[in-house]
Each structure stands twice: as C-alpha cells, then as structure tokens.
C-alpha cells in the first residue's frame, strides 16, 4: 500500500508540475504578446527540467562544475516557483481591476527576482534558538545543541561546519545531537570536509537521515566515527542522567505513509519495544523524522528530538508542510512524550530560505518541578 501511495504521490506531483509549466508558458505569452506559445512554453519547460536534472544529478557527483550547475540550477528554480504564484496572484488582480497586463508581468518578474534573492541571502546563514524544556525525573540541567539537516555538499562544505562547531563549542553544551542529513551529495565525502566534527568540545551523538542513505549509508557512519561521533544504531546510552535512544532512518509502522520512506524492513513501532528502558531515568529518542510519535508515546520516551521537515524552508512550502507534517517545527506536546523538531541548519535542493531560518537550537532541559 505504501509502494503505491508513493507512485500516485509522484504522479500527482508530476502532474502538477507540468500543468505549471503550460500556466506560465501560457501566462507569458499572453502577457508579453511573444508570437508562439509552443515555443514559449518548450522554453520555459527546458528551463525548468533543466534546473531539476542538476538538482538530481549533484547527488552522486563530487565534481565542482557539477556544484556550481547545482546551486544555479536551485536558484532557477526557486525563481520559477515565485514566478508561478506570482502569475496566478497577478492574473487575478489584472482580471478584477482590469489593470494593463504588460504591467502585471513585469511586476511579477521582478518581484519574483527580489523574492529570490531575498531567500538566497536568508539561506546563507544560521542562527541559535533556545528553547526551555521541562522532564519528569531530571535531577540537574542538561544543556544539548540540537543540529539537524546541515546537507553539506554543494549548497555548504567545510567552512559552514566549523562555525557551527565554533558556535556549539562557544555555547559550552552538555551534549551535541545531531540527527541526521549532515550531507546529501558525494562532495561532502570528499578528504577533510568532516574534519571539524572531530573539534566539537562536548560528547557527540549521530543518528543518520535519509539523505545519509542516499549516498552511502555505512560509508558515511564509519567516516563521521572516524572524527570521534558516537553513532547510535537503535540502541540506547546513559548519559548526564538521560537514556539516550538512537534509531536508523525508518518509518513509524508499515503502513503509514511517508513521502521520503526507508528502505529498511524494521519501523520504529517494531523497534521500540525491544529497547530497554529504566522508568527512573528520563529518556531522550533521536530520529531523523519526526515519525512514530504515538509509538514513543506509548514505550514512555520523555522527549523525542528530530528534524527533517526544514519547516518547509521556503514559502508557500511552509503552508503545505503545515498539513503534512503534524510534527513540523518547535515544541509539541502527544500525550506525555514531547517532541521537538529542528528547522534545520542546512538547505537542499533550494539555496534559499523564505518564511524559516537555517537554526541549531540550544536546548536546556530541566526538570519538571522547577
């Protein structure tokens, strides 16, 4: 059932996309009066599958040329996206008001270019949000730098890393958890671009995402290892007077959907039964997604830390992610397990944030008769 849900959810998407290519081809052409609306519309699909394939293709290519085609090619199509609203927006206004339609073209080109620029500025950088979280049966604070979805690769290399280090190190945690997409192309595999990982001051928990197994999911483990991260393979530790659980990327039953689901057999409802846990010690689950809640509810995971879902990184993704994720960004509270999900540090496929922002989150845990 899920095998299935996943093809019409790529049919539908495809769908979709090139009905929104025939929109503008069809949009501009009206607008702008150009004499062939096939040849309009040829263009504006090369243009954008063009800029899809070096998103697609980046993946599994270390090659600069390949980055700098990816970055641009991202850049492209985050114009197209704003420029495909902002038609429609347009279209309606020119439509109720009457307003001259080369005026409303020209508008939503430039306003589309601000937009993307505007997002590519907002997505070069990070920031720290703090946040207050209380657990029953914690005997002292713990201080824990959340890092989530840096996807180092083409978007971000090495220099990114070691200011996220810089800033962690300087914050003076108890704990660094990092919960998985610290890459998502084989450039980040590339000699020394990890090297900073080996500098984080406090000890250092790593569960891997999706986009670890994109790549080369026990090349990519052993390697972070090698820099002095402990990688939790479903699997629990006591640490500062927390279980700290790690699971691999999975998905939360086996029949549940998921838009990017894992190719392996065991689900989080499946594993969670099996981890032994103390009922006088709070427990912390580290997954990529923020997934399964109701099976960490039930096991009595005090907190669950993920990230994934970027928030939506870029409006009006922001809205949609609203819907599909329930779990999409901040604090949230399933019965009495509360889960926090990470915006991200990083960026993928779109250089570009409009709407969130690329965090680490510094999270003080304390107890919960404080």
């Given at each position: 059932?899920?095998?299935?849900?996943?093809?019409?959810f790529?049919?539908?998407i495809?769908?979709?996309?090139?009905?929104?290519?025939l929109?503008?081809?069809?949009?501009l052409?009206?607008i702008?009066?150009?004499n062939s609306?096939y040849?309009v519309?040829?263009?504006?699909?090369?243009g954008?599958?063009g800029?899809?394939?070096t998103?697609?293709i980046?993946?599994?290519?270390?090659s600069?040329l390949?980055?700098?085609l990816?970055i641009?090619g991202?850049?492209i199509?985050?114009f197209?996206i704003f420029l495909?609203?902002?038609?429609?927006f347009?279209?309606?206004?020119?439509?109720?008001?009457n307003?001259?339609?080369?005026?409303s073209?020209?508008?939503?080109?430039?306003l589309?270019l601000?937009?993307?620029?505007?997002?590519?500025?907002?997505?070069n950088?990070f920031?720290v949000?703090?946040?207050?979280i209380?657990?029953?049966g914690?005997?002292?604070?713990?201080d824990v730098?959340?890092?989530s979805d840096?996807?180092?690769?083409?978007h971000?290399?090495?220099d990114?890393l070691?200011?996220?280090?810089?800033?962690?190190?300087?914050?003076k945690?108890?704990l660094?958890l990092i919960t998985g997409d610290?890459i998502?192309s084989?450039?980040a595999?590339?000699?020394?671009?990890l090297?900073?990982?080996s500098?984080f001051a406090?000890p250092?928990?790593f569960?891997g995402?999706?986009?670890?197994?994109?790549?080369d999911n026990?090349?990519?483990?052993q390697?972070?290892e090698s820099h002095?991260i402990?990688?939790?393979?479903?699997e629990?530790?006591e640490?500062?007077?927390?279980?700290?659980?790690?699971?691999?990327y999975m998905?939360?039953?086996?029949d549940?959907f998921?838009?990017h689901?894992?190719?392996?057999?065991?689900?989080?409802?499946s594993v969670l039964?099996s981890i032994?846990?103390k009922s006088d010690m709070?427990s912390v689950?580290?997954h990529h997604?923020p997934?399964?809640?109701q099976?960490?509810?039930?096991?009595?995971i005090?907190l669950?830390?993920s990230g994934?879902t970027h928030a939506?990184?870029?409006?009006?993704?922001?809205l949609?992610?609203?819907?599909?994720?329930?779990?999409?960004?901040?604090?949230?509270?399933?019965?009495k397990t509360k889960?926090?999900?990470?915006?991200?540090?990083?960026?993928?496929?779109?250089?570009?944030?409009?709407?969130?922002?690329?965090e680490?989150?510094m999270?003080?845990?304390?107890?919960?008769?404080?």
């Amino acid at each position: 059932m899920n095998k299935l849900l996943s093809i019409g959810f790529s049919i539908v998407i495809f769908a979709l996309l090139v009905l929104s290519i025939l929109y503008v081809g069809f949009r501009l052409q009206k607008i702008f009066g150009l004499n062939s609306l096939y040849l309009v519309q040829f263009g504006v699909a090369v243009g954008v599958i063009g800029a899809m394939a070096t998103i697609v293709i980046a993946v599994k290519s270390s090659s600069q040329l390949v980055g700098i085609l990816n970055i641009i090619g991202g850049y492209i199509f985050t114009f197209y996206i704003f420029l495909f609203f902002a038609l429609i927006f347009f279209h309606a206004i020119q439509t109720i008001w009457n307003l001259p339609m080369a005026w409303s073209g020209t508008v939503a080109l430039a306003l589309s270019l601000i937009v993307t620029v505007v997002g590519a500025l907002l997505g070069n950088s990070f920031v720290v949000n703090e946040k207050e979280i209380k657990l029953s049966g914690l005997k002292s604070e713990v201080d824990v730098m959340l890092i989530s979805d840096v996807h180092l690769g083409h978007h971000r290399s090495k220099d990114y890393l070691a200011k996220i280090v810089e800033e962690t190190n300087r914050r003076k945690p108890d704990l660094v958890l990092i919960t998985g997409d610290l890459i998502d192309s084989e450039a980040a595999l590339l000699p020394g671009v990890l090297n900073p990982l080996s500098d984080f001051a406090a000890p250092t928990y790593f569960v891997g995402g999706n986009h670890e197994k994109y790549i080369d999911n026990e090349r990519t483990l052993q390697l972070i290892e090698s820099h002095g991260i402990r990688v939790l393979r479903n699997e629990v530790v006591e640490i500062q007077g927390l279980q700290l659980v790690g699971f691999d990327y999975m998905n939360a039953d086996e029949d549940t959907f998921d838009m990017h689901p894992s190719d392996d057999t065991r689900t989080i409802k499946s594993v969670l039964p099996s981890i032994p846990l103390k009922s006088d010690m709070p427990s912390v689950l580290m997954h990529h997604s923020p997934v399964g809640v109701q099976y960490a509810a039930t096991a009595g995971i005090d907190l669950m830390v993920s990230g994934h879902t970027h928030a939506g990184q870029v409006f009006p993704f922001t809205l949609f992610n609203e819907i599909t994720f329930p779990f999409n960004k901040g604090l949230h509270q399933h019965d009495k397990t509360k889960v926090f999900v990470s915006q991200g540090a990083g960026t993928y496929m779109l250089r570009a944030r409009l709407g969130t922002s690329n965090e680490i989150n510094m999270l003080r845990l304390i107890s919960e008769g404080v």
